[in-house]
């Protein structure tokens, strides 16, 4: 069983920055895949970004070259760093975690889901 709390959402103005945390429980964490998805008021959720548990990245084309994953095993914890964060970025973003060890951008790969971080841009 994995647990996931996501932290660092809140309101920043368009271009600005802002990093989110994934922190996680339970030992099998370090062999899991972790995946970054958003969802926007009225739209589906969507994916933004993943990390296998051996490092390897994967983007959406809306936010490669300006977000970045990484992961901290030692910690249990996944970090996305958001710049140059643009209004259509506006979304409650999930943090999720498969036991699939190269899962990427299918959400229904993902076991374990956080309860969100909301994340304001304004224009």
């Known amino acids: 069983q994995v647990q996931l709390v996501e932290s660092g959402g809140g309101l920043v103005q368009a271009g600005g920055s802002l990093s989110l945390s994934c922190a996680a429980s339970?030992?099998?964490?370090?062999?899991?895949?972790v995946g970054w998805f958003r969802q926007a008021p009225g739209k589906d959720r969507d994916f933004v970004v993943s990390?296998?548990?051996?490092?390897?990245?994967y983007y959406a084309d809306s936010v490669k070259g300006r977000f970045t994953i990484s992961r901290d095993n030692a910690k249990n914890t996944v970090y996305l760093q958001m710049n140059s964060l643009k209004p259509e970025d506006t979304a409650v973003y999930y943090c999720?975690?498969?036991?699939?060890?190269?899962?990427?951008?299918?959400?229904?790969?993902?076991?374990?889901w956080g309860q969100g971080t909301q994340v304001t841009v304004s224009s």
């Open positions: 339970g030992r099998t964490f370090s062999r899991c895949a």
């Open positions: 999720a975690a498969s036991l699939l060890p190269n899962a990427a951008s299918v959400s229904r790969q993902y076991d374990y």
């Open positions: 990390i296998s548990w051996s490092g390897n990245t």
